[in-house]
Nanobody, 120 residues
């Protein structure tokens, strides 16, 4: 089994910053793409940013220039630096990892999420 644990969420004023961390552990042979999603109340979960094993990144248009995703492969960790936060960034942020387990099984794992609230 694989576990993803997010941390770093909280309450921040508009214009502020937060850094989210996601640590993957368990029966991992290789982590492939890692991503952050978010879900605002009453809305569908949406992709925020994704990073490949080689460090190639893709962002949602709404966060380009404000958010930065990064990873440290040896630590099985992915980060999301969020700057210039706005109230519309409020939601639960989920970490997702596509990975190859030690059993040889390909999997897509999710964390439980961390709440980010931006006040105006």
């Amino acid at each position: 089994q694989v576990q993803l644990v997010e941390s770093g969420g909280g309450l921040v004023q508009a214009g502020g910053s937060l850094r989210l961390t996601c640590l993957a552990s368990g029966s991992i042979f290789r982590l492939n793409d890692m991503a952050w999603y978010r879900q605002a109340p009453g809305k569908q979960r949406e992709l925020v940013a994704v990073i490949s094993t080689d460090g190639l990144t893709t962002y949602a248009d709404s966060v380009k220039g404000r958010f930065a995703i990064s990873r440290v492969n040896i630590k099985n960790t992915v980060y999301l630096q969020m700057n210039s936060l706005q109230p519309e960034d409020t939601g639960v942020y989920y970490c997702n990892a596509r990975l190859l387990e030690r059993t040889g099984r390909l999997d897509s794992s999710w964390g439980e999420g961390t709440q980010v609230t931006v006040s105006s």
